[in-house]
């Protein structure tokens, strides 16, 4: 009876663990809220710099190569110069990138300073993580995986609808703007909230491994963003790149085993349940991230929405996942997380399916019903799985869980925004009138130009172009049920010491 007492109260996240993760969250939500706000400011953007759409794309995955640059380095610089300390150097970084952005005079402009806002934003989500797991403990895992959530559900919820409205009410300049008071908010708060650093010598650094995996992984997501602008794989700027970035990527991998801290610890993947859970996150954010993307984009291109509406019409799916994320984090402690991730996961594949047969027509009661269910499975699934894959760790070994899901998750969005997107460009260039029509759009001398019945046969052919992708994300969230099958059938009571674990008077560190 005595053994089994504390246990309630340990689960608890306690004042001082409440206190730490206000300041995580409030820098999150600035990072994850400026992507989603992004997103449906692109054809705004195409506008305003008289661009292409491929061009405009690469303010997402300019920001999205900067966080895959930083976030291995993320670790040693926490180790060397404090959590703390590099929280709050992640803020200054990404509250500057936003000033500059606002000030972009052309697409390049702002691409450039949309990355500067990745290396801080690369930073605040696997350092925040590594400051709450250290705060919480291994037994509360899910409880804080839940609220880490909370950024993933204000995120879809409030970024289009903030996004739209400033577009329409202001200009797009205030979609960066905004960041600015909130981040300044965030610093002060992390001044004064985050326990002060008591840096300890840092491990030796791999300078290496650096050397390889960074730009590796920089080169390879590159050529990968760059299939939708080329439209094809073939192309010298998708395979010169994405070559040379893989074949630095393998090099790092069998370096990796070698030294006895490298930059990302692949021995953790002895831990079979980290494994099975990575390789679910990794098909997962490929197919719901990548498909999600383009959710916005059909109600502006083919319903001819503006970016208010078209805000307000995804807002279902992040409500959804409001409603079972904190469920589910609560349940992550309590259950075998298996008995929480296919669920969600079946729940994703029956919404995708209905967004498989979307036309110009669509019900948009019918497709916020879908979003709304497919947001109660998104709930479900992703920090369940992210709970999975560290519930298992221990000590410093949590960081290092953290920063590898992190890493792979950048990876498989890259990707798989990547992949829908060149479907989807492929689908609308075969059709004589799919491109004309969504430029219509934009653009009265392009719609007087075209019949009625050619417009209709446009946006039709464009919509079945979305439902064609729409169809390859929901072979993959059935591939995904695969690997979440093998997550044990039992709740796991405690925390197993990795195969890479140390002792436990190492600094937290994200590696």
């Known amino acids: 009876m005595s053994d089994a007492s504390p246990a309630p109260a340990n689960t608890k996240l306690d004042a001082a663990v409440l206190k730490v993760a206000g300041v995580v969250v409030l820098g999150a939500i600035m990072s994850i809220l400026d992507i989603t706000v992004v997103s449906v400011a692109l054809p705004t953007f195409q506008t305003v710099f008289h661009t292409s759409y491929a061009n405009v794309a690469w303010t997402m995955t300019g920001y999205t190569l900067a966080l895959a640059t930083v976030i291995p380095l993320s670790g040693w610089a926490a180790d060397r110069y404090g959590a703390r300390r590099m929280y709050m150097t992640a803020l200054v970084l990404f509250v500057l990138g936003s000033a500059l952005c606002s000030t972009a005079w052309n697409i390049g402009s ?23 797991t250290r705060a919480a403990g291994p037994e509360r895992i899910g409880r804080v995986m839940a609220v880490l959530g909370v950024p993933m559900l204000l995120g879809p919820i409030t970024g ?4 739209g409205w400033l577009i329409q009410a202001a200009s797009w300049h205030w979609i960066f703007l905004i960041n600015v008071p909130i981040g300044a908010a965030a610093l002060l708060y992390a001044f004064l909230a985050l326990p002060k650093d008591s840096p300890q010598p840092s491990e030796a650094f791999d300078f290496l491994g650096m050397l390889l995996l960074s730009p590796g992984l920089a080169l390879f997501l590159f050529g990968v963003s760059s299939i939708p602008g080329e439209g094809t794989v073939a192309a010298a700027r998708v395979l010169i790149p994405g070559a040379i970035g893989a074949v630095l990527v393998g090099l790092f991998v069998r370096h990796a085993f070698r030294p006895e ?19 679910a996150m990794f098909l997962f954010a490929i197919a719901f991230f990548g498909a999600g993307l383009l959710i916005p984009s059909y109600f502006l291109q083919v319903r001819g929405q503006s970016t208010l509406h078209a805000g307000l019409l995804v807002a279902p799916q992040g409500i959804g996942a409001m409603i079972t994320m904190p469920l589910a984090g609560f349940l992550a402690d309590k259950i075998a997380i298996k008995r929480i991730v296919v669920p969600g996961l079946a729940l994703i594949g029956c919404g995708m399916a209905v967004l ?8 948009y009661l019918l497709i916020m019903g879908v979003l709304f269910t497919m947001g109660l499975g998104m709930g479900g699934t992703m920090m369940p799985l992210f709970t999975a894959a560290l519930q298992t760790l221990s000590g410093p070994t949590i960081a290092r869980g953290s920063t590898l899901m992190n890493i792979m998750q950048q990876i498989a969005s890259s990707i798989g925004a990547a992949v829908m997107s060149v479907i989807l460009t492929n689908q609308v260039r075969d059709s004589t009138f799919a491109g004309p029509a969504i430029a219509s759009r934009h ?33 993959l969230i059935f591939l995904t049920v695969v690997p979440a099958l093998f997550l044990p059938r039992r709740k796991v009571e405690g925390p197993a010491v990795a195969a890479a674990s140390e002792p436990s008077s190492v600094p937290v560190t994200m590696h």
């Open 110 to 132: 702002l691409i450039t300073f949309r990355g500067l806002q990745g290396l801080g934003g690369g930073m605040l989500m696997p350092v925040g993580m590594a400051i709450m």
């Open 160 to 163: 289009p609808i903030l996004g």
């Open 261 to 279: 801290h490298p930059l990302i610890d692949l021995r953790l993947f002895k831990n079979r349940q980290l494994t099975i859970s990575t390789i």
């Open 356 to 363: 498989t047969q979307v036309g110009p027509h669509t019900s």
């Open 443 to 475: 653009s009265k001398s392009i719609a007087d130009k075209l019949s009625p019945a050619q417009l209709a046969k446009g946006f039709s052919d464009a919509a079945d172009g979305f439902a064609t992708t729409f169809t390859v994300a929901l072979v």
